[in-house]
């Protein structure tokens, strides 16, 4: 069965240092992988996505994720952190390869400190 | 604007009053999901539906009800809720053919049950 787990509940940063969020997941089937951001009080939103093809994939705010198939990461990247970029981060892998079921991950929080 | 809407957004009850949150879209998605959120838990599906009528359970379906009666809802239905059901609830929605892709989440629904 698929799972995902994410080393650190909690992250802490200083601000322009880098972000490094940690993903791991296990698969039966070629992974289709995700990152998603909580905003306090908010849903969440995607921030990238692997399907095939290239294994670094940009998103928004300038964030990027490789997929090393491995070692079965998915790890979520930002050279410089921002204040704006506290907030939760899901990593979430498809149950399937053709349906829009997944597991998520346990999130991690990422503070940003001045 | 296409959004995921939820009500309500916050909910206290005392258990074993039946109650129900609702969920639209207006993306016309075929495929619409319910889950709900735990600190050190992250995101667990209650239940799935990929078309009108068609609805199947997730991972902790136990205590909840749903219907799929018209595309864009997908109401949550608690017909005795019970102090484990307390959390947060996101419903939400995706094209729901081809791969697996990006899921649109609702700004969820603070449930406390008493």
């Known amino acids: 069965a698929q799972s995902v787990t994410q080393l650190g509940s909690h992250v802490s940063v200083s601000e322009g240092a880098l972000v490094l969020l940690r993903c791991n997941y296990s698969?039966?089937?070629?992974?289709?992988l995700f990152w998603y951001v909580q905003y306090p009080n908010q849903g969440l939103q995607l921030l990238l996505k692997?399907?095939?093809?290239?294994?670094l994939v940009k998103g928004i705010n300038g964030f990027e994720a490789e997929f090393k198939k491995s070692e079965t990461s998915f790890h979520l990247t930002k050279p410089s952190a921002h204040m704006s970029d506290a907030a939760e981060y899901f990593c979430?892998?498809?149950?399937?390869?053709?349906?829009?079921?997944?597991?998520f991950g346990p999130g991690t929080r990422l503070s940003v400190l001045p | 604007e296409a959004q995921v809407t939820q009500n309500p957004r916050y909910l206290i009850t005392v258990t074993g009053k039946k109650l129900t949150v609702t969920c639209s879209q207006n993306?016309?998605?075929?495929?619409m999901s319910w889950y709900r959120q735990d600190p050190g838990l992250g995101l667990r599906q209650i239940y799935y539906?990929?078309?009108?009528?068609?609805?199947d359970k997730g991972d902790v379906p136990e205590g909840y009800k749903v219907s799929r009666k018209e595309k864009r809802n997908f109401p949550l239905i608690l017909e005795s809720p019970s102090p484990n059901q307390t959390s947060l609830y996101f419903c939400?929605?995706?094209?729901?053919?081809?791969?697996?892709?990006?899921?649109?989440f609702g700004p969820g629904t603070r449930l406390t049950v008493t």
């Open positions: 939400a929605s995706s094209l729901g053919w081809g791969p697996p892709d990006e899921q649109y």
């Open positions: 698969s039966s089937v070629p992974p289709y």
């Open positions: 692997y399907t095939t093809g290239a294994t």
């Open positions: 979430a892998v498809s149950r399937d390869n053709y349906g829009q079921n997944f597991v």
């Open positions: 539906s990929m078309n009108v009528e068609v609805t």
């Open positions: 993306m016309n998605h075929e495929y």
